[in-house]
Structure formats: structure tokens, C-alpha cells
């Protein structure tokens, strides 16, 4: 069974650092894509960033462009989005999901884990 | 202001049948695939159609996918209860670099 489970959310100030995780288990991490994607509260869904299976291509939102990076360790079948610079618009759950040939094929999703930004 | 646009609401009865829209660019559904996502209230987004009108295995045929120029409609036919959810269209565009949702449409069945 396709599992993705988030980690690393929380409280953080405006202009701090966070670093998510995401633990998968169930397939072959490495032969996948990987993306985060995330929700404000009462809000639509917003694709963040992509990373290829092998680290060697990677895509971000404008909105984090510079700020934000997404890496994988594909030895420990983790997924990982260092957040930098935070803002209070970058208050949202944030899902990872897995890649499946598209760049818009996010077939499995993880159930999110929440960042809040605030002094 | 998301890149996509989809209505935020729309209703139905059971057994009836319903679309939304979700209109783009020549950038990103008049180059590109279609995908639509199903967010059920509390829950993370499920893949509903990919490649325009393709559906995942354990979706139900009720849903269906299309796609003209730079439009897309998603329908579901036969209405029932547990589709009252958040339905998101989503595509790649080719000028951004990026993936792109439509807002979200809030599917109320009456």
C-alpha cells in the first residue's frame, strides 16, 4: 500500500525557517516524481514545487521562488521542502504527493501537515 | 487569482447531471492535459481524470472529462450525496514553468 506521511509542521514566525518531510513506503521511491502541494485555510489548492526521480530536474511556484527547496533522498525514500523567508501567505496545510509520468499526475497524496506563520 | 478559472459553486439533485467548467490559455489546456481532483470535506485531493478524460482504476464511470481548445468540463452524471465535494481542474503551463489549479468549484448536491 502507497503510504505518504508528512512531518515537520508547526508555529514559525515571519522570516523563519521550516523544513517539512515526507516519509514513503509502498513502492519504489526512486523511480518516481515527487511534488508539494499546498492548501491556506478556506483556500484552493496550490502547487508549490516538482522534483524527477533522480533529482535532476526541479520546478517551483513563483510564489517561493528563491525562498523555498525541495530535495530528496531517495536512499531514505524521503521527501523534503526547506522554507525559508517564511511569510504569512505561506500559512497553509502542505501535501506532498507522488509523480506519475505527467507533471500534473499526482496519484497518491499524504494527509498534510500544517504550517502556520505568525508572530 | 488562480491561472485557471472555475466557477465556485455549483448544485445538483441526485440522479441528475452536473459540469464545470474550467477555462485556461493557449499556455496551459490549449497545449497541455486536462486533470481534474476531487477533495472531499477534511480529506487530501484524489485524482479524478488525467489526460483529459482518462479515469484512474476506482473512479466511477459517472465521471467524465473533456476538453475544446482552451476549455475543459468536468460532468458527473447521476448525482449522488457522496459527491458534494471541491473539485479542482489543474494543467501544466508551458509559460510558467508550472502547474497551474483552477480555484476550485464547491459541488453542493440539494
Known amino acids: 500500500e502507497v503510504q505518504l506521511v508528512e512531518s515537520g509542521g508547526g508555529l514559525v514566525q515571519p522570516g523563519g525557517s521550516l523544513r517539512l518531510s515526507c516519509a514513503a513506503s509502498g513502492f519504489t521511491f526512486s523511480s518516481y516524481s515527487m511534488n508539494w502541494v499546498r492548501q491556506a485555510p478556506g483556500k484552493g489548492l496550490e502547487w508549490v514545487s516538482y522534483i524527477s526521480s533522480s533529482s535532476s530536474t526541479i520546478y517551483y511556484a513563483d510564489s517561493v521562488k528563491g525562498r523555498f527547496t525541495i530535495s530528496r533522498d531517495n536512499a531514505k525514500n524521503s521527501l523534503y521542502l526547506q522554507m525559508n523567508s517564511l511569510r504569512d501567505e505561506d500559512t497553509a496545510v502542505y501535501y506532498c504527493?507522488?509523480?506519475?509520468?505527467?507533471?500534473?499526475?499526482?496519484?497518491?497524496w499524504g494527509q498534510g501537515t500544517l504550517v502556520t506563520v505568525s508572530s | 487569482q488562480s491561472v485557471l478559472t472555475q466557477p465556485p459553486s455549483a448544485s445538483g439533485t441526485p440522479g441528475q447531471r452536473v459540469t464545470i467548467s474550467c477555462s485556461g490559455s493557449?499556455?496551459?489546456?490549449?497545449?497541455?492535459?486536462v486533470y481534474w481532483y476531487q477533495q472531499l470535506p477534511g480529506t487530501a485531493p484524489k485524482l479524478l481524470i488525467y489526460r483529459n478524460n482518462q479515469r484512474p482504476s476506482g473512479v466511477p464511470d459517472r465521471f467524465s472529462g473533456s476538453k475544446s481548445g482552451t476549455s475543459a468540463s468536468l460532468a458527473i452524471s447521476g448525482l449522488r450525496s457522496e459527491d458534494e465535494a471541491d473539485y479542482y481542474c489543474?494543467?501544466?503551463?508551458?509559460?510558467?514553468?508550472?502547474?497551474?489549479f483552477g480555484g476550485g468549484t464547491k459541488l453542493t448536491v440539494l
Open positions: 489543474a494543467a501544466w503551463d508551458d509559460s510558467l514553468s508550472a502547474v497551474v
Open positions: 504527493a507522488r509523480g506519475h509520468g505527467d507533471y500534473v499526475l499526482l496519484d497518491y
Open positions: 493557449s499556455s496551459n489546456i490549449g497545449s497541455n492535459y
